[in-house]
Nanobody, 124 residues
Framework: QVQLVESGGGLVQAGGSLRLSCAASGRTFSIYAMGWFRQAPGKEREFVAAINWSNGNTYYADDVKGRFTISRDNAKNTVYLQMNSLKPEDTAVYYC?????????????????WGQGTQVTVSS
């Protein structure tokens, strides 16, 4: 099993920045990719970003490209999501996810492990 713990959410004004962290523990050697998803009130969960754990290749949803950056620290088994130029429509619960498959699987919404979520609220 893999446990994922997110941190770094909060309240920020539009145009501001936040950095989310997700620390993985347990059988982390089984992880091939990690990613971030979000779910706004009344909406379905949607893909935000993914990263291949070994080569660092990254993937983004169109509406966050150029504003969000996903990165990882292999030594700390931690993935980050740097969010800049935040907009009110970025308000959501953000979930970390890990996959034993490819980053492509994460992009398609498939993950084997999920964190508990962290709230991000962007005020206008």
């Amino acid at each position: 099993q893999v446990q994922l713990v997110e941190s770094g959410g909060g309240l920020v004004q539009a145009g501001g920045s936040l950095r989310l962290s997700c620390a993985a523990s347990g059988r982390t050697f089984s992880i091939y990719a990690m990613g971030w998803f979000r779910q706004a009130p009344g909406k379905e969960r949607e893909f935000v970003a993914a990263i291949n754990w070994s080569n660092g290749n990254t993937y983004y949803a169109d509406d966050v490209k150029g504003r969000f950056t996903i990165s990882r620290d292999n030594a700390k088994n931690t993935v980050y999501l740097q969010m800049n130029s935040l907009k009110p429509e970025d308000t959501a619960v953000y979930y970390c996810a890990a996959s034993r498959g490819s980053a492509g699987s994460v992009v398609r919404g498939r993950a084997d492990y999920w964190g508990q979520g962290t709230q991000v609220t962007v005020s206008s």
